[in-house]
C-alpha cells in the first residue's frame, strides 16, 4: 500500500494564482481532510468528507474549495491564492469512527509571493 | 465548541531524563483522545490513543490516561531518548452534524539532548 500520497512536495505561487493540492489513498478509507499547519497554530482543518460526493467545511474553509467524486481522491483547490495561505497542507484519511487513526501524507509545503 | 490546549514548547530534557506533556481539552460529547508524533519533515502519525474515560494508551514507552473529571490526556515517557525529539500534538475525535471531526493541539516541540 502507498498510504496517503499528495502532489506536489512543494510550490511556489504568485498572489491570484490558482492551483490544485492533489491526494489519494488506496487503503478504501471513507473519511479524508485537509489541514494546514502554521508556526503556534497547531493544525487547523480546512475541509473533511465522510465519502464520495459529500463534503464539509472545517476550521477555515475560506479561499479554499474541495470536491470528492471517487473514494480515493480529495483535492484541494485554491482559487486565487493569497499570501496568507503559505503554510503546510497535510491531507489525513481514516475509516468513520471517532476512535479510528487518521493515516497523514508526506505533506505540501506551499509559498506564496 | 470543541478544543485542545497542550503547554506551549519548546522542551528540553536530557536523555533518561522523565517527560510529561500536558493536555487539556472541552468537548460537547464522549470524544476519542490521541496523541500523534511529528518528526521532521514528515506528516504526523499516531502515537497512541483512548476511546472512554480512564482508558490508558501506549506505545513505546509512551503513556496517557484519559481523565473525564479534569478533562486532561497528559503524555508521559519514564526515560526520553534523542530518538523522541519531535512535535508531539494531542487530538480529540467528536461528533458533530456531519459525522465527525478531529481538532488538534498546537504541538508541544521535544528536544532530547545527549
Known amino acids: 500500500n502507498a498510504g496517503v500520497t499528495q502532489t506536489p512536495k512543494f510550490q511556489v505561487l504568485k498572489t491570484g494564482q490558482s492551483m490544485t493540492l492533489q491526494c489519494a489513498q488506496d487503503m478504501n478509507h471513507e473519511y479524508m481532510s485537509w489541514y494546514r499547519q502554521d508556526p503556534g497554530m497547531g493544525l487547523r482543518l480546512i475541509h473533511y468528507s465522510v465519502g464520495a460526493g459529500i463534503t464539509d467545511q472545517g476550521e477555515v474553509p475560506n479561499g479554499y474549495n474541495v470536491s470528492r467524486s471517487t473514494t480515493e481522491d480529495f483535492p484541494l483547490r485554491l482559487l486565487s491564492a493569497a499570501p496568507s495561505q503559505t503554510s503546510v497542507y497535510f491531507c489525513?484519511?481514516?475509516?468513520?469512527?471517532?476512535?479510528?487513526?487518521?493515516?497523514f501524507g508526506p505533506g505540501t509545503r506551499l509559498l506564496v509571493l | 465548541g470543541n478544543s485542545v490546549t497542550q503547554m506551549e514548547g519548546p522542551v528540553t530534557l536530557s536523555e533518561e531524563a522523565f517527560l510529561t506533556i500536558n493536555c487539556t481539552y472541552t468537548a460537547t460529547g464522549y470524544p476519542s483522545l490521541f496523541w500523534y508524533v511529528q518528526y521532521p519533515g514528515e506528516g504526523l502519525q499516531l502515537l497512541l490513543k483512548?476511546?472512554?474515560?480512564?482508558d490508558k494508551g501506549s506505545n513505546k514507552g509512551f503513556e496517557a490516561t484519559y481523565r473525564k473529571e479534569t478533562t486532561s490526556f497528559h503524555l508521559e515517557k519514564g526515560s526520553v531518548q534523542v530518538s523522541d525529539s519531535a512535535v508531539y500534538f494531542c487530538a480529540l475525535s467528536d461528533q458533530n452534524t456531519g459525522g465527525f471531526k478531529t481538532i488538534f493541539g498546537a504541538g508541544t516541540r521535544l528536544f532530547v539532548k545527549a
Open positions: 489525513a484519511s481514516s475509516y468513520l469512527g471517532l476512535e479510528e487513526t487518521q493515516y
Open positions: 483512548a476511546t472512554k474515560a480512564d
